[in-house]
């Protein structure tokens, strides 16, 4: 079940005395929320960016081991100034709300549809787990003419939150992003199916 703006705003009050909490912070006006009938917080863009070094690398492979920071490039945008996302350009930026998950409240981050019609586009339906705490990593493309300049602490984003249903045992694992407060590459990991048959693969080939 999808949770409604003032069911939120009910659950940001509590937070401060609860022993599993709903945090946001900086937080958003709660008669504000309480009163937009919506089903979902909105978040801002935060002040990190993060690149890929493309003449560094010729592709990039899901069993990557090079240290994150030979990869990438993080550059620093002050509020009042602009970063500006070129077309058939990608970047990482982070919310600037910093975000804590109780462990009966999963969620999801959309994009705002109005950024969209100037051709912004952010990954569609970011999962956010139980417990997880940190800023949420935002990834945006320009799929426009036009390169668009996009603001630290504008609205980009929303955040829809739900139920998860209670099991016997409530203790969560730690997420590797979790505390992150600036955007993050992350890694995709071979599991051991696809190592498997990576493995057969190359012994018997084709």
Known sequence: M???SDAIAKLL??????EDPLVITPSPSLEEL???????????????????RQPRMTHLAPEQRAAEYKLTK????????????HPNCFVLGATLEWIRLPG??????????????????????????P???????????????LPIAIKPGMTLCQLFLHRVE????????NSRFAGRRKPHLGR????GLAIKLSKAYGTLGP
């Open 74 to 85: 993080a550059t620093y945008i002050r509020f009042g100034s602009e970063y500006y996302l």
């Open 131 to 145: 417990g997880f705490s940190g800023c949420l990593t935002l990834e945006l493309t320009n799929v426009g003419e």
């Open 13 to 18: 009050v509590e937070g401060e005395s609860a």
């Open 166 to 173: 209670e099991s016997e045992d409530q203790k969560l694992k």
């Open 34 to 52: 309480k009163d937009s009938g919506s089903a979902s917080v909105d978040l801002r863009l935060g002040t990190w960016f993060v690149t890929l």
């Open 188 to 191: 995709i990991e071979m599991d």
């Open 104 to 129: 009966k409240l999963a969620g999801y981050v959309t994009a705002k549809s109005s950024w969209g019609r100037f051709g912004l586009i952010i990954a569609t339906a970011t999962g956010v787990h």
């Open 2 to 4: 999808i949770l409604k």
